[in-house]
């Protein structure tokens, strides 16, 4: 079984920084892609960039020049930066991962995208 964790949200002022962090854990598992996005209230979920096992990243442009995603492959971890934050960057937001793990039961590769259940960011004064 695949579990992903993300954290570091919380409350912020405008202007302010955070960075979230997403760790992808299970057993013989092994990560590809990784992605972020956000879903705000009342809103469908919005992508925010995605990061391959190289760790080249593209940005939805709503975000490019304040956001900035990397990873750590030995720990199956992606981080997000957020800098300059707004308002209207309250959200949720939820990593995802690409991976492979297998059965235990009969060794059979499983591939799959695993979600995690989110950090809640807040930007108010």
């Known amino acids: 079984q695949v579990h992903l964790a993300e954290s570091g949200g919380g409350l912020v002022q405008p202007g302010g920084s955070l960075r979230l962090s997403c760790v992808a854990s299970g057993s013989r598992l092994s990560v590809n892609a990784m992605g972020w996005y956000r879903q705000a209230p009342g809103k469908e979920r919005e992508l925010i960039g995605e990061i391959n096992s190289a760790g080249t990243a593209k940005y939805a442009d709503s975000v490019k020049g304040r956001f900035t995603i990397s990873r750590d492959n030995a720990k199956n971890t992606a981080y997000l930066q957020l800098n300059n934050l707004k308002p209207e960057d309250t959200a949720v937001y939820l990593c995802?991962?690409?991976?492979?793990?297998?059965?235990?039961?009969?060794?059979?590769?499983?591939?799959?995208?695993?979600w995690g259940q989110g950090t809640r960011v807040t930007v108010s004064s």
């Open positions: 995802n991962a690409d991976g492979i793990t297998y059965s235990p039961y009969d060794d059979t590769p499983i591939v799959g995208r695993y």
